[in-house]
């Protein structure tokens, strides 16, 4: 008995160990298998990391608030700004210049002052972004569209193909300047995460100033705010709706509302019809001194859809017009920094940049503006004044010589410029035509007997009275009562000439003879020729001188336009913004 009871008391013990040495194991696995759980998941989100985090990968705050914001910070992944390209003016107090029109010129300037009446945009083109004297003039004849835009009455065009290769030259100058365009290029062409604008922002664009009633109506319903952005009431879609000024308020369907109404489209992809002209965006108007101000506020990518094809010759090769497209954006940018205090950021003409909203657009042109979205200029980090001109007449300018600010990155270069009508010109005037227009000008001499100028030779070298590219810097007449000396801007201005890139040649025809200057009057009958060349003030990009460059690249390049921007601007950075 006793043996049995020993035998069961080791079985017992040997069973009880047994299952107790299983159960650690198995809460040992159990720990174990909690503890790879644990290691699996991820850490926890810190709100002071991810605050420290944006802290450490935001930039400098910038002056240029309403574009630059905070990029959300990503506490785990590290993010790193990858380039999709590759690396490729304002005059301080004058205006600037608009892009050239097939048979007319024109220059932007810094602000636009309200017009007495609603322009409606011709079909003549700017020259560059806009110079206060003189016009610039537009590159040829408006081409026909690669394609109709939505609303844009343009007639359909032959499909663009990639520009052919044209040995010359001047083709392998082009190369040669390109590589060392590339070998000096300042920056990336991409912008860190931190430096990017959050949204594609909005341009106020002046359209005009009226005191008569208007009609305005939309394929959508609109809305209709007052000046605190309230909604007062809402039109119905294809309503056609009266708007003007009543006792110094803003009236819609006679009705006064308040002193600023805007109506918006409730689809932001529906345009609406100011007086039978399509727009993107919004339009406000404000009451001011018994006239309306009208203002289209519209996305800047949108705004350039409407600005670009007026700038340039739609046929253009693709590289050229997405450099415009480049310009214009950075262009709008910097005008919107210098005016954000002010009532409105551009004019739709010539005193900035040409705009026919949506009825001016191509598809050519609006396929540039996308290829290159958000991509501007930068000098020191800030939008250039990028300004541009139908022709530089074989070579560009410096800032200082034209308007007396030295811009760094408005300096004088070669131009390719091969357009007949536009690189070289002659006007034929008579002794007493000229002294006629000095005089109402106020700066009649008599009768003329000299000219006292630097005669016009090959680019490159200053004097003191041109500038590195041989426009004039100022010019001496000497006549029977004395002596004046202009400006070559003001002489542009006063004789109604395409540049300043010019001379005079008294008695002597410069098509039959050897093309030397003659500056001495005869005080007979005297003819006087003036051969110039080139098209506007010659500040930074040429138009005719892009698209020949842009016809001689490559093929395969599909990024060609920085080249044509990198040679113009002089030590930009190309950083894509949103």
Same mark, same amino acid.
């Given at each position: 008995?006793? /043996?049995?009871?020993?035998?069961?008391?080791?079985?017992?013990?040997?069973?009880?160990? @047994?299952?107790?040495?299983?159960?650690?194991?198995?809460?040992?696995?159990?720990?174990?298998?909690?503890?790879?759980? @644990?290691?699996?998941?991820? /850490?926890?989100?810190?709100?002071?990391?991810?605050?420290?985090? %944006?802290?450490?990968?935001?930039?400098?705050? =910038?002056?240029?608030?309403?574009?630059?914001?905070?990029?959300?910070?990503?506490?785990?992944?590290?993010?790193?700004?990858? %380039?999709?390209?590759?690396?490729?003016?304002?005059?301080?107090?004058?205006?600037?210049?608009?892009?050239?029109?097939?048979?007319?010129?024109?220059?932007?300037?810094?602000?636009?002052?309200?017009?007495?009446?609603?322009?409606?945009?011709?079909?003549?083109?700017?020259?560059?972004?806009?110079?206060?004297?003189?016009?610039?003039?537009?590159?040829?004849?408006?081409?026909? $569209?690669?394609?109709?835009?939505?609303?844009?009455?343009?007639?359909?065009?032959?499909?663009?193909?990639?520009?052919?290769?044209?040995?010359?030259?001047?083709?392998?100058?082009?190369?040669?300047?390109?590589?060392?365009?590339?070998?000096?290029?300042?920056?990336?062409?991409?912008?860190?995460?931190?430096?990017?604008?959050?949204?594609?922002?909005?341009?106020?664009?002046?359209?005009? =100033?009226?005191?008569?009633?208007?009609?305005?109506?939309?394929?959508?319903?609109?809305?209709?705010?007052?000046?605190?952005?309230?909604?007062?009431?809402?039109?119905?879609?294809?309503?056609?709706?009266?708007?003007?000024?009543?006792?110094?308020?803003?009236?819609?369907?006679?009705?006064?509302?308040?002193?600023?109404?805007?109506?918006?489209?409730?689809?932001?992809?529906?345009?609406?019809?100011?007086?039978?002209?399509?727009?993107?965006?919004?339009?406000?108007?404000?009451?001011?001194?018994?006239?309306?101000?009208?203002?289209?506020?519209?996305?800047?990518?949108?705004?350039?859809?409407?600005?670009?094809?007026?700038?340039?010759?739609?046929?253009?090769?693709?590289?050229?017009?997405?450099?415009?497209?480049?310009?214009?954006?950075?262009?709008?940018?910097?005008?919107?920094?210098?005016?954000?205090?002010?009532?409105?950021?551009?004019?739709? =003409?010539?005193?900035?940049?040409?705009?026919?909203?949506?009825?001016?657009?191509?598809?050519?042109?609006?396929?540039?503006?996308?290829?290159?979205?958000?991509?501007?200029?930068?000098?020191?980090?800030?939008?250039?004044?990028?300004?541009?001109?139908?022709?530089?007449?074989?070579?560009?300018?410096?800032?200082?010589?034209?308007?007396?600010?030295?811009?760094?990155?408005?300096?004088?270069?070669?131009?390719?410029?091969?357009?007949?009508?536009?690189?070289?010109? /002659?006007?034929?005037?008579?002794?007493?035509?000229?002294?006629?227009?000095?005089?109402?000008?106020?700066?009649?001499?008599?009768?003329?007997?000299?000219?006292?100028?630097?005669?016009?030779?090959?680019?490159?070298?200053?004097?003191?009275?041109?500038?590195?590219?041989?426009?004039?810097?100022? @010019?001496?007449?000497?006549?029977?009562?004395?002596?004046?000396?202009?400006?070559?801007?003001?002489?542009?201005?006063?004789?109604?000439?395409?540049?300043?890139?010019?001379?005079?040649?008294?008695?002597?025809?410069?098509?039959?003879?050897?093309?030397?200057?003659?500056?001495?009057?005869?005080?007979?009958?005297?003819?006087?020729?003036?051969?110039?060349?080139?098209?506007?003030?010659?500040?930074?990009?040429?138009?005719?001188?892009?698209?020949?460059?842009?016809?001689?690249?490559?093929?395969?390049? $599909?990024?060609?336009?920085?080249?044509?921007?990198?040679?113009?601007?002089?030590?930009?950075?190309?950083?894509?913004?949103?």
């Amino acid at each position: 008995m006793k /043996t049995k009871r020993l035998q069961l008391m080791i079985m017992a013990t040997l069973f009880l160990g @047994v299952n107790i040495g299983g159960a650690s194991v198995a809460q040992g696995a159990t720990l174990q298998n909690k503890n790879v759980v @644990v290691a699996k998941k991820p /850490t926890p989100k810190s709100t002071v990391s991810s605050t420290n985090v %944006s802290k450490v990968n935001t930039t400098k705050k =910038s002056s240029f608030r309403p574009l630059v914001t905070k990029p959300v910070a990503k506490p785990v992944a590290k993010t790193t700004s990858k %380039s999709t390209a590759t690396p490729t003016v304002a005059k301080p107090s004058a205006k600037p210049v608009n892009a050239a029109k097939p048979s007319t010129a024109a220059k932007p300037s810094t602000a636009a002052k309200p017009a007495t009446t609603v322009k409606t945009v011709s079909t003549a083109k700017s020259t560059a972004v806009a110079k206060p004297a003189g016009t610039a003039p537009k590159p040829v004849a408006k081409p026909v $569209a690669t394609g109709a835009k939505p609303i844009a009455q343009k007639p359909a065009a032959s499909k663009q193909t990639t520009p052919k290769v044209v040995k010359t030259t001047e083709a392998d100058s082009i190369k040669a300047n390109t590589a060392v365009i590339t070998r000096n290029k300042v920056g990336s062409v991409m912008t860190p995460a931190t430096e990017r604008i959050e949204h594609v922002p909005n341009v106020r664009v002046l359209l005009g =100033s009226r005191s008569s009633d208007a009609t305005v109506t939309s394929t959508a319903n609109m809305v209709v705010l007052n000046s605190g952005n309230g909604q007062v009431s809402t039109i119905s879609a294809n309503r056609g709706t009266s708007v003007g000024v009543r006792g110094g308020k803003i009236a819609v369907n006679g009705k006064a509302i308040d002193t600023v109404v805007t109506l918006k489209p409730t689809n932001s992809d529906a345009p609406f019809l100011f007086e039978g002209k399509g727009y993107r965006g919004g339009l406000t108007l404000r009451a001011n001194n018994g006239t309306m101000m009208v203002i289209n506020s519209v996305p800047l990518e949108d705004y350039l859809y409407g600005v670009v094809p007026q700038e340039v010759v739609p046929s253009w090769p693709a590289a050229a017009l997405e450099a415009q497209a480049v310009a214009a954006r950075t262009y709008a940018l910097h005008t919107m920094e210098q005016n954000k205090g002010k009532l409105y950021d551009v004019s739709n =003409s010539t005193d900035h940049q040409v705009y026919s909203g949506v009825s001016g657009e191509y598809q050519a042109t609006t396929n540039a503006v996308n290829k290159t979205k958000g991509v501007v200029m930068l000098y020191n980090q800030r939008p250039i004044n990028a300004l541009f001109h139908s022709d530089g007449g074989g070579y560009t300018e410096d800032s200082v010589n034209v308007w007396g600010n030295d811009i760094p990155y408005l300096k004088g270069v070669k131009d390719y410029s091969t357009g007949t009508s536009t690189s070289n010109w /002659t006007v034929t005037t008579s002794r007493q035509a000229l002294e006629s227009k000095l005089n109402a000008a106020s700066k009649g001499v008599g009768k003329l007997k000299s000219i006292q100028l630097t005669p016009l030779g090959n680019p490159g070298q200053q004097t003191s009275d041109r500038g590195v590219s041989g426009r004039i810097k100022s @010019v001496t007449f000497i006549g029977t009562s004395g002596k004046t000396t202009v400006d070559g801007d003001s002489l542009r201005s006063i004789l109604g000439l395409k540049s300043t890139l010019f001379d005079f040649y008294v008695n002597h025809n410069p098509a039959k003879g050897t093309g030397k200057a003659y500056h001495n009057f005869t005080g007979n009958n005297d003819t006087v020729y003036i051969k110039g060349h080139g098209w506007g003030h010659g500040l930074g990009m040429s138009q005719w001188g892009a698209a020949e460059m842009a016809k001689r690249a490559t093929p395969g390049d $599909a990024n060609y336009y920085q080249t044509i921007l990198r040679h113009y601007y002089s030590g930009i950075t190309l950083k894509k913004m949103y």
